[in-house]
């Protein structure tokens, strides 16, 4: 596994692989890899003549006061980890060499950016797109690997793809969970001992609810809403941001009745951990 | 030459050419086309293995009250000119397949597009970095060729391309004019007898300007600002929007001494004909 720092090495390399015709796979990832990414990293090993991982951090995705500056970097454990597991490249670049000084242009998916993370994170999703297509235009994938624990990540970067014509495949994963359900996440390791204890409540909430709405129990989302800000709320130093059922392509949350197929997004606060989770609730 | 109006054949097409390792040059346009255009196509057929015309009259570049709807469309004479102008592909989408009815995403280049044409047509240089880029992941081109006379409009994509890491070259040719001076534009043909007759008055008084001040014997920015806008206004039926000298990289108008080199910027209403220029001022 050759590991790759500068924008332009990468971006030469990977031109150099398209023209021998030879198939990408990108896996953008902030580093911090836990059996997530490890499962985004196997299924493109299994699908592209070459892999590459890209760490990094990126500031334009996060708003003053939040985790940049400590957010975990624990770099020869992620190289290791990419290694063991076929990764061809890791690109790591720097900011300074992602972001020159003079660094001016956004890209903005307008409307599915503004709700839900959107509003408790402005400019967090504009961060990521512009990120996104940036790793694009330099590592020429064709096919790309994001979790399905970044729901609306998710959708707004398939809006990106499709409305921008980028030539990419963006293939979701199901998220990777705790034994105990918790959704695996690099920040998991802020939340302290009885935290961690109390986290997995999220999950079975959020499959309770979508038990309740499969089997007709609940009916309007008004009062499964009710029901899940109810049960989060018993759990200790939670603080609920959004919990919503909604449409999985739109994200448009449902008022009324639910109709299925439906999502359930959720996030909050446990302590001063931001957590986030959501479960699909099938036909 | 082909013609192709769907966007994913257009695409399919590059891609394919891209793998057999042939080098692509895309000729952007908004039809219209005159001996501008065909210094660009001209250059680029020179370049590259295949050339590809595109036109597009994109609305996402027109505000409201503006020109889109009678911007000029003369689709099969522009046929014949790429035609005979040995264009390999013409491609020319529809609206509806550039912009679906739920499209969403924008890329904006903060700055360089909030002064001059921005601040008088707000919204439309994020309308041409998002169809340009577009462009780009729709005709996969090794260069793109753009004309000086939209002066701030390349300096705008050459920041975007850089910025977001596309790997293009962007390649600048000369502003096109009338034997008596004027810049060849296809919104000339908007203008009435008298008003052609003294539109060639534009240049020539940046040309008279830029030699007071290659001359020395303009050093001060104000004054060659209002050297150039008194010389304007005895144009009969001209309003001038801006007239400024500014840093021919950053666009950062001047406002003491002129270093040089330097640009020169008009924008303007002839009539009620929109009309820009630029010329350089070499050191």
Not at 150 to 168: E, Y
Not at 195 to 204: F, G, M, Q, T, V
Not at 257 to 266: D, E, Q, T, Y
């Amino acid at each position: 596994m050759k590991v790759v720092k500068n924008v332009l090495e990468m971006q030469k390399i990977a031109l150099k692989l398209k023209l021998s015709c030879k198939t990408i796979g990108l896996i953008p990832t902030m580093g911090a890899l836990h059996e997530g990414h490890l499962s985004l990293l196997t299924r493109s090993t299994l699908e592209n003549d070459v892999s590459i991982v890209s760490i990094f951090v990126n500031p334009a995705q996060f708003g003053p006061g939040e985790d940049y500056l400590k957010y975990p970097r624990p770099f020869k454990k992620d190289q290791n980890f990419c290694k063991k597991n076929n990764a061809d490249y890791l690109f790591a670049p720097s900011v300074k060499d992602m972001y020159a000084e003079s660094y001016l242009t956004y890209i903005k998916v307008e409307k599915l950016s503004e709700f839900y993370c959107g509003k408790f994170r402005p400019g967090h999703f504009r961060g990521v797109t512009t990120v996104v297509a940036k790793l694009f235009n330099i590592s020429q994938p064709n096919n790309t690997y994001f979790g399905e624990k970044d729901f609306q990540q998710l959708a707004i970067i398939k809006k990106m793809v499709n409305d921008l014509n980028f030539p990419v495949n963006i293939i979701s994963c199901p998220t990777i969970r705790e034994t105990d359900g918790l959704a695996k996440s690099s920040r998991n390791v802020y939340l302290n001992h009885n935290e961690r204890k109390d986290a997995n409540k999220i999950h079975l909430i959020l499959k309770k609810t979508a038990n309740k709405i499969q089997t007709k129990q609940i009916t309007f989302a008004a009062k499964a809403v009710k029901f899940m800000k109810i049960s989060l709320l018993k759990i200790p130093k939670m603080s609920v941001q959004y919990a919503e059922i909604c449409d999985p392509f739109t994200l448009c949350s449902m008022k009324k009745n639910i109709k299925l197929p439906a999502r359930i997004l959720f996030a909050g606060l446990l302590g001063k951990t931001r957590l986030i989770d959501n479960i699909e609730i099938r036909k």
